[in-house]
């Protein structure tokens, strides 16, 4: 499956973003996808999840709350809505995209729990 993000851009501290990642060449609703942000200097992290269905999500500590992951499956698209922004969520986004598998809730954190990747999208927060 090949997936693209967009969406990203420049936002003031305490502004809203979405990003969005269209998935193609695959049956969309076979994947659980997740979201995964690398700011300048450090690795990649989680960030959010969502299982194939829509029926459950995941959210790092440092966006729960703020962060809302959801999905379209008759879009093939999965979202990550923003708010309440600020400097620290500066990073680029990924989306990925995770085979469904029975023990994925187990480890839908690891970036070794996804199976094919989009090409991030840039988000930059200023104060």
């Known amino acids: 499956v090949q997936l693209q993000a967009s969406g990203g851009g420049w936002v003031q501290s305490g502004g809203s973003l979405r990003l969005s990642c269209a998935a193609s060449?695959?049956?969309?609703?076979?994947?659980?996808m997740g979201w995964f942000r690398q700011a300048p200097g450090n690795e990649r992290q989680f960030t959010a999840a969502?299982?194939?269905?829509?029926?459950?999500?995941y959210y790092s500590p440092s966006v729960k709350g703020r962060f809302t992951v959801s999905r379209d499956n008759a879009k093939n698209t999965v979202y990550l809505q923003m708010d309440n922004s600020n400097v620290a969520d500066t990073a680029v986004y990924y989306c990925?995209?995770?085979?469904?598998?029975?023990?994925?809730?187990?480890?839908?954190?690891?970036?070794?729990?996804?199976?094919?990747w989009g090409q991030g999208t840039l988000v930059t927060v200023s104060s």
């Open positions: 990925a995209a995770a085979l469904r598998r029975s023990d994925w809730n187990g480890y839908y954190y690891r970036d070794s729990a996804y199976d094919f």
């Open positions: 969502i299982t194939s269905t829509g029926g459950r999500t």
């Open positions: 060449g695959g049956t969309f609703t076979s994947y659980h």
